[in-house]
């Protein structure tokens, strides 16, 4: 099955300061694998920072993430670990889907899907070799995600995924998320709205 | 990791080749510098053939630093970066290659084409030599000093004029020992080789250095 099985993620008492202001307070966490994590509360809450923080793009001021696997020894640090879907799509404009996916996956490493494949789940089969500057801000978006099913890394991280998806987008996400929970793997969303997936553990941040 | 610095460096030159990437455009700048000059300094060609390659290395010194400020600029601003620091590939080598990928489609170019640009200011034989090869060793260098500028602007949106305020200090001993090597190979009366061997100590000290402060001031720029 997946490598994936027994990890999950700890977080331990984050305190975040960002700009003299401390945005994040002591916020503690715990995800097992298959499980599906959503961080909500209103605008400005810290929901990315908190993800930012988990991804290691910004230090704590105090408090840790890990992703801890059972049994496992030497592992390879937290950032090699995690997939991270923000605001910015990390896409060149002047690059196709197919090598934007293709550049995501050499620059991960851990290949799951080829590039085609992955384009193939988000239905955007038809656009694979158009620059993607030539894409709707919504098939940006699916080819972000197509990102995390080419590289296999067992922690996603996404920051309002579901933002400039239509209906139909959004129910394959669902699919895609569910199957990655399915194989063991751990999702932590920031979003306003549910997934609505079973068995969702909600953190709610409130403002201080 | 090879593979993921092999497909940096790849990337980073076909971008430069396809449409916004401006690959081309140092090129242009360089030929248009040295067009003006000879315009600007009138009919001498002694005096001409005297300061041509300090001319040239000016050019070349404003066409590097001309596409300098988009080096990690674009790559942050559409969360390239974000994707970069996740890699298992170290930062510091990612920018070190992205950096000699910067060079290859705007520094090598402008090397190549210097011995040409060289007859338009009149310099002959040895000259041409002497510049060629002291670009050749002191481009390599410019852009990796620029690379910390670049680094460190990478958040401002005009971020171009503060890039260049910062490395020209960077870049004068680049500068004084490229054109001592230039102007010796040209009068052939001072030693080449001295002036040479310094500057290629000052190109492999920021081929060593430059990627770990760039890579610094990136990891906080992530921030």
Redesign the interface.
């Known amino acids: 099955m997946s490598h994936t099985q027994s990890c999950h993620l700890q977080v331990a008492d984050l305190w975040v300061v ?1 700009g003299g202001r401390t945005v994040l307070r002591g916020v503690s966490l715990r995800l097992d694998a298959g499980q599906l994590g959503e961080v909500t509360g209103s605008n400005g809450v810290g929901k990315s920072t908190l993800l930012r923080v988990i ?5 704590p001021a105090s408090g840790c993430a890990s992703l801890n696997e059972w049994g496992a020894k030497d592992l ?1 640090p937290l ?2 670990r ?3 879907v ?10 196709t889907a197919r ?1 934007n996916i ?3 996956l ?4 851990q290949a799951r899907l080829p590039p085609r494949e992955a384009l193939d789940r988000v239905e955007l089969a038809h656009v694979v070799d158009l620059p993607v500057g030539y894409l709707s801000a919504g098939q940006r978006r699916r080819v972000a995600l197509a990102r995390l099913l080419a590289a296999d890394r067992p922690l996603w991280l996404l920051d309002e995924p579901l933002t400039a998806l239509d209906r139909a987008a959004r129910v394959m996400l669902m699919g895609i998320v569910a199957d990655h929970l399915g194989r063991g793997g751990l999702v932590l969303a920031a979003t306003h709205e549910p997934l609505g997936l079973p068995g969702t553990l909600e953190l709610r941040l409130e403002a201080q | 990791m090879t593979d993921t610095l092999r497909a940096v460096f790849y990337r980073d030159l076909v971008l430069s080749r396809r449409i916004g990437g401006g690959g081309s455009l140092a090129i242009i700048f360089f030929l248009g510098l040295v067009t003006i000059v000879p315009f600007a300094i009138g009919p001498d060609l002694n005096l001409l053939s005297r300061i041509g390659p300090a001319i040239l290395w000016l050019g070349a010194f404003l066409a590097t630093l001309l596409g300098l400020d988009r080096l990690f600029q674009a790559d942050h601003e559409d969360g390239s970066l974000d994707q970069m620091l996740l890699s298992p590939a170290p930062l510091e080598l990612v920018v070190l290659v992205k950096c000699l990928a910067h060079w290859c489609a705007t520094g090598l170019p402008l090397v190549i084409l210097s011995p040409l640009f060289g007859l338009m200011l009149a310099l002959d034989g040895p000259a041409l030599g002497g510049v060629t090869v002291s670009l050749l060793v002191g481009t390599p260098a410019l852009t990796f000093l620029g690379a910390i500028g670049a680094a460190l602007t990478v958040t401002l949106r005009r971020g171009g004029l503060l890039l260049s305020i910062l490395v020209v200090p960077l870049a004068v001993p680049v500068m004084i020992f490229s054109v001592s090597a230039a102007s010796a190979a040209a009068s052939g009366t001072v030693s080449f080789l001295t002036p040479f061997l310094i500057l290629c100590a000052l190109g492999l000290a920021s081929f060593a250095l430059a990627p770990i402060a760039a890579a610094a001031a990136l990891r906080g720029a992530a921030e």
């Open positions: 960002r991804a290691g793009f910004l230090p390879a950032a090699e995690v997939h991270y923000g605001h910015l799509d990390g896409l060149k404009s002047a690059l090598e293709q550049f995501g050499t620059l991960s490493g």
